[in-house]
Protein backbone atom coordinates (compact mmCIF):
# COMPACT_ATOMS: atom_id res chain seq x y z
CA UNK A 1 0.00 0.00 0.00
CA UNK A 2 2.80 2.10 0.65
CA UNK A 3 4.49 1.77 -2.49
CA UNK A 4 1.29 2.25 -4.46
CA UNK A 5 0.91 5.50 -2.38
CA UNK A 6 4.21 6.64 -3.09
CA UNK A 7 3.71 6.06 -7.07
CA UNK A 8 0.61 7.59 -7.06
CA UNK A 9 2.42 10.85 -5.30
CA UNK A 10 5.39 10.49 -8.25
CA UNK A 11 2.34 10.34 -10.88
CA UNK A 12 0.15 13.02 -9.85
CA UNK A 13 3.66 15.22 -10.24
CA UNK A 14 4.66 14.46 -13.20
CA UNK A 15 1.03 15.54 -14.32
CA UNK A 16 1.05 18.83 -11.92
CA UNK A 17 3.64 19.46 -14.12
CA UNK A 18 2.62 18.55 -17.47
CA UNK A 19 -0.86 20.12 -16.54
CA UNK A 20 1.21 23.67 -15.97
CA UNK A 21 3.42 23.80 -19.08
CA UNK A 22 0.01 22.80 -21.15
CA UNK A 23 -2.02 25.53 -19.23
CA UNK A 24 0.62 28.07 -19.77
CA UNK A 25 0.93 27.61 -23.52
CA UNK A 26 -2.84 28.13 -23.86
CA UNK A 27 -3.50 30.42 -21.02
CA UNK A 28 -0.66 32.87 -21.99
CA UNK A 29 1.78 31.80 -24.04
CA UNK A 30 5.50 30.70 -23.08
CA UNK A 31 6.81 33.37 -25.72
CA UNK A 32 4.48 36.02 -24.51
CA UNK A 33 5.22 35.04 -20.68
CA UNK A 34 8.75 35.18 -20.64
CA UNK A 35 9.21 38.15 -22.91
CA UNK A 36 9.23 40.34 -19.76
CA UNK A 37 12.76 39.40 -18.63
CA UNK A 38 14.24 40.65 -21.63
CA UNK A 39 13.63 44.25 -20.03
CA UNK A 40 14.69 43.08 -16.41
CA UNK A 41 18.17 44.91 -15.77
CA UNK A 42 20.96 42.87 -14.48
CA UNK A 43 22.41 44.32 -11.89
CA UNK A 44 19.63 44.53 -9.35
CA UNK A 45 18.74 40.70 -10.76
CA UNK A 46 22.76 39.57 -10.14
CA UNK A 47 22.10 41.18 -6.62
CA UNK A 48 18.90 39.58 -6.10
CA UNK A 49 20.38 35.80 -6.95
CA UNK A 50 23.45 36.70 -4.52
CA UNK A 51 21.10 38.13 -1.71
CA UNK A 52 19.07 34.80 -1.62
CA UNK A 53 22.28 32.65 -1.85
CA UNK A 54 23.19 34.41 1.19
CA UNK A 55 19.94 33.31 2.72
CA UNK A 56 21.11 29.56 2.45
CA UNK A 57 24.17 31.14 4.22
CA UNK A 58 21.96 32.20 7.70
CA UNK A 59 20.57 28.53 7.34
CA UNK A 60 23.83 27.11 7.49
CA UNK A 61 25.29 29.67 10.62
CA UNK A 62 21.31 28.27 11.98
CA UNK A 63 22.66 24.87 11.82
CA UNK A 64 26.07 25.75 12.71
CA UNK A 65 24.72 27.19 15.94
CA UNK A 66 22.45 24.16 16.81
CA UNK A 67 24.89 21.66 16.08
CA UNK A 68 28.28 23.55 17.70
CA UNK A 69 29.71 20.41 18.99
CA UNK A 70 29.35 18.46 15.68
CA UNK A 71 30.00 21.09 13.11
CA UNK A 72 32.27 23.24 15.05
CA UNK A 73 35.12 24.44 12.56
CA UNK A 74 33.43 23.46 9.42
CA UNK A 75 31.13 26.55 8.77
CA UNK A 76 31.85 25.91 4.90
CA UNK A 77 30.76 22.53 5.12
CA UNK A 78 27.58 23.42 6.62
CA UNK A 79 26.84 25.95 3.69
CA UNK A 80 27.51 23.40 1.15
CA UNK A 81 25.13 21.07 3.10
CA UNK A 82 22.62 23.67 3.07
CA UNK A 83 23.08 24.17 -0.97
CA UNK A 84 22.89 20.55 -1.72
CA UNK A 85 19.16 20.06 0.82
CA UNK A 86 18.15 23.18 -1.10
CA UNK A 87 18.93 21.47 -3.93
CA UNK A 88 17.19 18.16 -3.72
CA UNK A 89 14.10 20.22 -1.61
CA UNK A 90 13.09 22.54 -4.19
CA UNK A 91 13.59 19.97 -7.52
CA UNK A 92 12.37 16.45 -6.42
CA UNK A 93 8.54 15.84 -5.84
CA UNK A 94 6.58 15.70 -2.67
CA UNK A 95 9.35 17.37 -0.38
CA UNK A 96 11.16 14.47 -0.87
CA UNK A 97 13.92 16.21 -1.32
CA UNK A 98 13.96 16.70 2.96
CA UNK A 99 15.61 13.10 2.70
CA UNK A 100 18.92 14.67 1.72
CA UNK A 101 19.06 16.29 5.31
CA UNK A 102 19.56 13.41 7.53
CA UNK A 103 21.22 11.40 5.15
CA UNK A 104 24.31 14.39 4.42
CA UNK A 105 23.91 15.27 8.63
CA UNK A 106 25.20 11.60 8.63
CA UNK A 107 27.68 11.52 5.53
CA UNK A 108 29.55 15.13 6.81
CA UNK A 109 29.28 15.35 10.15
CA UNK A 110 28.70 12.00 11.64
CA UNK A 111 25.23 12.72 13.21
CA UNK A 112 22.68 10.32 13.57
CA UNK A 113 19.22 10.57 11.98
CA UNK A 114 17.89 10.07 15.99
CA UNK A 115 19.50 13.65 16.16
CA UNK A 116 18.98 14.75 12.46
CA UNK A 117 15.44 14.14 11.69
CA UNK A 118 13.98 16.04 14.93
CA UNK A 119 16.18 18.79 14.55
CA UNK A 120 14.81 19.29 11.06
CA UNK A 121 11.30 19.39 12.00
CA UNK A 122 12.16 22.03 14.65
CA UNK A 123 13.52 23.85 11.76
CA UNK A 124 10.80 23.36 9.25
CA UNK A 125 8.14 24.42 12.68
CA UNK A 126 10.38 27.22 12.79
CA UNK A 127 10.09 28.26 9.18
CA UNK A 128 6.54 27.65 9.02
CA UNK A 129 6.27 30.31 11.58
CA UNK A 130 8.15 32.75 10.29
CA UNK A 131 6.11 32.51 6.82
CA UNK A 132 2.86 32.92 8.74
CA UNK A 133 4.39 35.83 10.55
CA UNK A 134 5.17 37.73 7.73
CA UNK A 135 1.89 36.35 5.85
CA UNK A 136 0.07 38.14 8.83
CA UNK A 137 1.89 41.46 8.32
CA UNK A 138 1.51 41.50 4.35
CA UNK A 139 -1.95 40.60 5.60
CA UNK A 140 -2.64 43.52 7.91
CA UNK A 141 -1.40 45.82 5.66
CA UNK A 142 -4.00 45.75 3.38
CA UNK A 143 -6.56 44.52 5.30
CA UNK A 144 -6.14 45.16 8.74
CA UNK A 145 -5.80 47.72 11.58
CA UNK A 146 -2.78 48.40 12.84
CA UNK A 147 -4.31 47.15 16.39
CA UNK A 148 -5.15 44.02 15.12
CA UNK A 149 -2.17 43.19 13.44
CA UNK A 150 -0.11 44.47 16.76
CA UNK A 151 -1.97 41.70 18.41
CA UNK A 152 -1.93 39.31 16.56
CA UNK A 153 1.45 39.41 15.99
CA UNK A 154 2.57 38.87 19.89
CA UNK A 155 0.11 36.29 20.38
CA UNK A 156 2.10 34.72 17.32
CA UNK A 157 5.21 35.08 18.26
CA UNK A 158 4.71 33.34 21.99
CA UNK A 159 4.23 30.57 20.06
CA UNK A 160 7.69 28.77 19.86
CA UNK A 161 7.77 29.82 23.37
CA UNK A 162 5.11 27.76 24.18
CA UNK A 163 5.89 25.40 22.34
CA UNK A 164 9.42 25.05 23.56
CA UNK A 165 8.11 24.83 26.87
CA UNK A 166 5.60 21.78 25.98
CA UNK A 167 8.33 20.37 24.57
CA UNK A 168 10.01 20.51 27.91
CA UNK A 169 7.27 19.30 30.11
CA UNK A 170 6.88 16.37 27.91
CA UNK A 171 10.24 15.31 28.39
CA UNK A 172 10.29 15.32 31.82
CA UNK A 173 7.20 12.65 32.10
CA UNK A 174 9.28 10.11 29.91
CA UNK A 175 11.74 8.00 31.31
CA UNK A 176 14.69 7.78 28.92
CA UNK A 177 14.84 3.89 29.73
CA UNK A 178 11.13 3.20 27.93
CA UNK A 179 11.38 1.72 25.17
CA UNK A 180 8.12 1.39 22.35
CA UNK A 181 6.58 4.36 21.22
CA UNK A 182 7.32 6.67 24.22
CA UNK A 183 10.81 5.59 23.49
CA UNK A 184 10.82 7.09 20.18
CA UNK A 185 8.47 10.28 21.71
CA UNK A 186 11.42 11.41 23.23
CA UNK A 187 14.00 10.94 21.09
CA UNK A 188 12.20 12.73 18.86
CA UNK A 189 11.31 15.68 21.93
CA UNK A 190 14.89 15.23 22.49
CA UNK A 191 16.09 16.69 19.11
CA UNK A 192 14.76 20.55 20.38
CA UNK A 193 16.61 23.02 21.25
CA UNK A 194 18.92 22.69 24.26
CA UNK A 195 18.00 26.39 25.67
CA UNK A 196 15.77 28.93 25.54
CA UNK A 197 19.14 30.75 24.32
CA UNK A 198 19.56 28.14 21.67
CA UNK A 199 15.42 28.54 20.52
CA UNK A 200 15.91 32.31 20.55
CA UNK A 201 18.92 32.21 18.40
CA UNK A 202 17.76 29.77 15.99
CA UNK A 203 14.41 31.53 15.64
CA UNK A 204 15.97 34.55 15.15
CA UNK A 205 18.50 33.78 12.31
CA UNK A 206 14.93 31.92 10.94
CA UNK A 207 13.59 35.41 10.85
CA UNK A 208 16.31 37.16 9.18
CA UNK A 209 16.59 34.39 6.97
CA UNK A 210 13.04 34.82 5.75
CA UNK A 211 12.26 38.31 6.00
CA UNK A 212 15.10 38.70 3.40
CA UNK A 213 14.08 35.69 1.27
CA UNK A 214 10.26 36.74 1.10
CA UNK A 215 11.25 40.53 0.31
CA UNK A 216 13.59 39.30 -2.68
CA UNK A 217 10.84 37.26 -4.21
CA UNK A 218 8.29 39.51 -3.38
CA UNK A 219 10.65 42.29 -5.54
CA UNK A 220 11.08 39.74 -8.01
CA UNK A 221 7.48 38.85 -8.36
CA UNK A 222 6.59 43.07 -8.78
CA UNK A 223 8.72 42.96 -11.76
CA UNK A 224 6.21 41.23 -13.48
CA UNK A 225 2.73 42.13 -12.40
CA UNK A 226 1.42 45.64 -10.72
CA UNK A 227 0.78 44.88 -7.04
CA UNK A 228 2.12 46.71 -4.48
CA UNK A 229 4.89 45.63 -1.93
CA UNK A 230 2.35 44.36 0.68
CA UNK A 231 0.74 42.20 -1.62
CA UNK A 232 3.35 41.52 -3.57
CA UNK A 233 4.62 39.46 -0.54
CA UNK A 234 1.24 38.20 0.09
CA UNK A 235 1.55 36.32 -2.71
CA UNK A 236 4.65 34.92 -2.29
CA UNK A 237 3.19 33.80 0.53
CA UNK A 238 1.05 31.99 -0.91
CA UNK A 239 3.40 30.27 -2.97
CA UNK A 240 5.49 29.31 0.23
CA UNK A 241 2.84 27.89 1.80
CA UNK A 242 2.12 25.61 -0.01
CA UNK A 243 5.20 23.69 1.07
CA UNK A 244 2.62 22.34 3.64
CA UNK A 245 0.35 20.41 0.75
CA UNK A 246 1.12 16.49 0.78
CA UNK A 247 1.38 16.71 -3.37
CA UNK A 248 3.92 18.58 -5.67
CA UNK A 249 4.41 19.15 -8.80
CA UNK A 250 8.21 17.97 -9.77
CA UNK A 251 10.42 20.91 -8.71
CA UNK A 252 6.84 22.22 -7.13
CA UNK A 253 5.03 22.88 -10.39
CA UNK A 254 1.51 23.83 -10.26
CA UNK A 255 1.16 23.94 -6.82
CA UNK A 256 3.42 26.51 -6.17
CA UNK A 257 1.92 28.77 -9.07
CA UNK A 258 -1.54 28.13 -7.60
CA UNK A 259 -0.77 29.16 -4.32
CA UNK A 260 0.68 32.74 -5.51
CA UNK A 261 -2.30 32.81 -7.82
CA UNK A 262 -4.84 32.28 -5.21
CA UNK A 263 -3.40 35.00 -3.22
CA UNK A 264 -3.01 37.21 -5.91
CA UNK A 265 -6.82 37.26 -7.41
CA UNK A 266 -8.08 38.65 -4.45
CA UNK A 267 -6.37 41.49 -4.74
CA UNK A 268 -7.82 42.55 -8.09
CA UNK A 269 -5.27 40.96 -10.58
CA UNK A 270 -6.82 39.01 -13.37
CA UNK A 271 -5.69 35.13 -14.10
CA UNK A 272 -3.10 35.94 -16.86
CA UNK A 273 -1.16 38.40 -15.18
CA UNK A 274 -1.02 36.18 -11.57
CA UNK A 275 -0.25 33.09 -13.90
CA UNK A 276 2.50 34.73 -15.63
CA UNK A 277 3.58 36.29 -12.73
CA UNK A 278 3.64 33.20 -10.65
CA UNK A 279 5.68 31.29 -13.19
CA UNK A 280 8.30 33.79 -13.48
CA UNK A 281 9.03 33.94 -10.05
CA UNK A 282 9.38 30.23 -10.12
CA UNK A 283 11.89 30.29 -12.49
CA UNK A 284 13.78 32.56 -10.76
CA UNK A 285 13.72 30.33 -7.74
CA UNK A 286 14.43 27.35 -9.78
CA UNK A 287 17.36 29.30 -11.44
CA UNK A 288 19.16 30.21 -8.19
CA UNK A 289 18.52 26.69 -6.80
CA UNK A 290 20.38 25.68 -9.78
CA UNK A 291 23.23 28.09 -9.09
CA UNK A 292 23.51 27.23 -5.56
CA UNK A 293 23.71 23.51 -5.91
CA UNK A 294 26.51 24.07 -8.95
CA UNK A 295 28.28 25.95 -6.56
CA UNK A 296 28.38 23.37 -4.19
CA UNK A 297 29.86 21.29 -5.77
CA UNK A 298 32.97 23.28 -6.35
CA UNK A 299 33.22 24.04 -2.45
CA UNK A 300 35.62 20.92 -1.54
CA UNK A 301 35.25 17.37 -0.91
CA UNK A 302 35.49 17.10 2.63
CA UNK A 303 33.83 14.56 3.96
CA UNK A 304 32.95 12.92 7.82
CA UNK A 305 35.47 13.97 10.46
Not at 87 to 97: D, E, K, Q, V, Y
Not at 164 to 181: A, E, Y
Amino acid sequence: MAISSLKLKRLAAFLLLIGLVVAVQAYVGWGRLLQPWLAVPLPPMAAAVLLVICTYGLRAVRLYDFFAEEVRGRFPLAFKLMLQHNFFNNLLPARSGEVAFPVLMQRYFDVPLARSVPALIWFRLLDLHTIALVGLWALGALWLPPWAILGLSLVWLSVPGWAWLLNNWLLRRISPHKGGLQGLLRKALEGSPRSSGMLFRAWSWTMVNWTVKLGVFAWVLALFVDVSLPGAVLGVFGGELTSVLPIHGVAGAGTYEAGIVAALLPQGLDGESALGAAVNLHLFLLGVTLIGGAFSLVMGRSHGR
